[in-house]
């Protein structure tokens, strides 16, 4: 059924269940799961990595080390200890200086933009008469409270990438950033003649952060969403269902939008100190959002892969502490929260 509507350009992603997660053919595709071989003989599933740089996987790459086991490795690579500062510091914002170009539309670029903003960057927010975010005109103006809110600290650009002359000075403008954002459909950046290949020409040592709803490749690359969707996919909102109740519960949350906003601008800002560190150069960083639930959902995933069948909707339960939950109390739809832990 989500394959016939995303082919007819209607939204639609399944409710998956954890171990139809670990099955599912386009996570399978991306290789969203490492096999991950544990001492005892037997294999877990456990996700590959939270983002992509140039196409590279970082994440694990084998099971978790033994206590201690890096512990002299670690101390003496530390490097010689920096001596204490003559003086107070300046007092500056810590990005100051770095250059932005934000593409951003609705909740994942858009934060990373305000992220890197917040920290002195100077961000430009690029947008068009034809093609405004849509978080700017969803109360049928120009401006709402979610807009003002995400692209503080951000300044505007208006430009119509449509035309010859707007690619041209979107180009020429990319020559002096460092950073170019963006989370548009798969495809969309290099229809514009905006991609990263063309970027990197214009700049060696620009490094584009990309987020896609599944990612720029596998089965499902070009679906159509919103982050919320991926919560479905990657198997939360089952999970956030009450126990031995086949009804779902749902949810209004718009996770993963702000987590996958806020990992994209640590990989991002990770590749432009590492480029700088090791004599410059440019790199892709991709953010596939349904791989930002699965990954906060990997303890999870790698338990449901190891005892198939173990891991099921449990409410408001919880293994920290008992009584926890959300209980009634006298009154119309009154309740009480309560967190025991000890």
């Known amino acids: 059924v989500c394959e016939e509507a995303q082919q007819r350009g209607i939204v639609c992603t399944p409710i998956l269940k954890p171990g139809e997660v670990l099955s599912n053919p386009h996570l399978a595709s991306r290789a969203t799961f490492d096999d991950v071989e544990l001492d005892d003989g037997r294999t877990m599933k456990l996700p590959s990595g939270w983002f992509e740089f140039d196409g590279d996987r970082v994440g694990p790459t084998g099971p978790p080390p033994a206590l201690g086991e890096h512990t002299d490795q670690v101390f003496a690579n530390l490097g010689a200890a920096r001596p204490a500062p003559a003086s107070p510091p300046a007092v500056a914002p810590p990005l100051a200086g770095m250059k932005v ?3 951003g ?7 990373t ?18 093609y405004p975010d849509f978080i700017r005109v969803v109360l049928g103006g120009e401006m709402s409270p979610s807009f003002a809110s995400s692209s503080r600290s951000k300044r505007s650009l208006g430009v119509n990438a449509k035309t010859d002359k707007g690619v041209e000075l979107l180009r020429l403008m990319a020559r002096t950033s460092d950073v170019v954002i963006e989370n548009n459909s798969t495809g969309t950046m290099d229809a514009m003649g905006l991609g990263y290949a063309v970027m990197k020409a214009e700049n060696p040592d620009i490094v584009m952060m990309s987020s896609q709803l599944m990612g720029s490749r596998g089965r499902w690359a070009e679906w159509l969403g919103y982050g919320p969707n991926t919560q479905v996919t990657g198997g939360m909102t089952h999970l956030w269902s009450y126990e031995n109740d086949p ?7 718009i996770f993963p939008d702000h987590f996958a906003g806020r990992t994209g601008a640590v990989a991002a800002l990770a590749n432009v100190l590492g480029n700088r560190r090791n004599g410059g150069g440019g790199t892709h960083v991709e953010v596939c959002q349904v791989e930002q639930v699965v990954g906060v959902m990997g303890d999870l995933l790698a338990k449901e892969s190891l005892v198939p069948g173990s891991v ?19 009154g119309d739809d009154q309740w009480v929260a309560v967190c025991v832990r000890s």
């Open 105 to 111: 539309h609705g909740g994942v670029g858009v934060e």
């Open 312 to 330: 099921v909707p449990r409410g408001n339960h919880s293994d920290h502490g008992t009584p926890w939950g959300l209980f009634p109390t006298e």
């Open 247 to 253: 009804t779902p519960a749902g949810s209004q949350s």
């Open 113 to 130: 933009g305000r992220m890197f903003g917040e920290y002195g960057a100077d961000v430009v927010k690029i947008e068009s008469r034809t």
């Open 101 to 103: 170009m934000d593409f």
